[in-house]
T-cell receptor
Framework: GAVVSQHPSRVICKSGTSVKIECRSL??????MFWYRQFPKQSLMLMAT?????????EQGVEKDKFLINHASLTLSTLTVTSAHPEDSSFYIC?????????????FGSGTRLTVV | KQEVTQIPAALSVPEGENLVLNCSFT??????LQWFRQDPGKGLTSLLL?????REQTSGRLNASLDKSSGRSTLYIAASQPGDSATYLC??????????????FGQGTILTVHP
């Protein structure tokens, strides 16, 4: 089945630094990837939709300059949290869809726990 | 705007019980509905996907049904086991409009199966 690899699984960074999270589709081409944020004991909140070769589309209220998304290839999307602050600490999850997603659905990565100290 | 609601928020059952998790959505214009499992601190594992034209899907001890007209889906777990303990999320994919293909998630049901 489709596999999405997300790295790193955990990262601790100092306030003011930037952190990059990678999301790779291992055995399929993902023209569209999605980035979510999840707060403790809450559901997933969609942050942005990433299409290969074009600018990401951000959901209302998500700062595009803070959360930089790049989808340079059909198998890789990255999320960079710039000038991170403690309030950016959260669980970030990516997902990808392949052709025929109507039938196969979406595949999710294993998530990244970001802690900003 | 699509809204997805899951009931109950939490469920604790003894091992061996059959149980039903409920998911309701406000907009019936969906491509499909997907059920996921999430273990603490982990990503989402897809359990079942029901296309909008289908009524149900089965995988092992899991059975999911979909009634688009009433905006409801249920996940039935037979003979529950402690290993089934996790958070179960349902998500509806939006059909058409600017939100094409996006998933709208419910808040999840936290399931605990005790020995």
């Amino acid at each position: 089945g489709a596999v999405v690899s997300q790295h790193p699984s955990r990262v601790i960074c100092k306030s003011g630094t930037s952190v990059k999270i990678e999301c790779r589709s291992l055995d399929f081409q993902a023209t569209t990837m999605f980035w979510y944020r999840q707060f403790p004991k809450q559901s997933l909140m969609l942050m942005a939709t990433s299409n290969e070769g074009s600018k990401a589309t951000y959901e209302q209220g998500v700062e595009k300059d803070k959360f930089l998304i790049n989808h340079a290839s059909l198998t890789l999307s990255t999320l960079t949290v710039t000038s991170a602050h403690p309030e950016d600490s959260s669980f970030y999850i990516c997902s990808a869809r392949e052709q025929g997603w109507y039938n196969y659905g979406y595949t999710f990565g294993s998530g990244t726990r970001l802690t900003v100290v | 705007k699509q809204e997805v609601t899951q009931i109950p928020a939490a469920l604790s059952v003894p091992e061996g019980e059959n149980l039903v998790l409920n998911c309701s959505f406000t907009d019936s214009a969906i491509y499909n509905l997907q059920w996921f499992r999430q273990d603490p601190g982990k990503g989402l594992t897809s359990l079942l996907l029901i296309q909008s034209s289908q009524r149900e899907q089965t995988s092992g001890r899991l059975n999911a049904s979909l009634d688009k007209s009433s905006g409801r889906s249920t996940l039935y777990i037979a003979a529950s086991q402690p290993g089934d303990s996790a958070t179960y999320l349902c998500a509806a994919s939006v059909a058409g409009g600017t939100s094409y293909g996006k998933l709208t998630f419910g808040q999840g049901t936290i399931l605990t199966v005790h020995p």
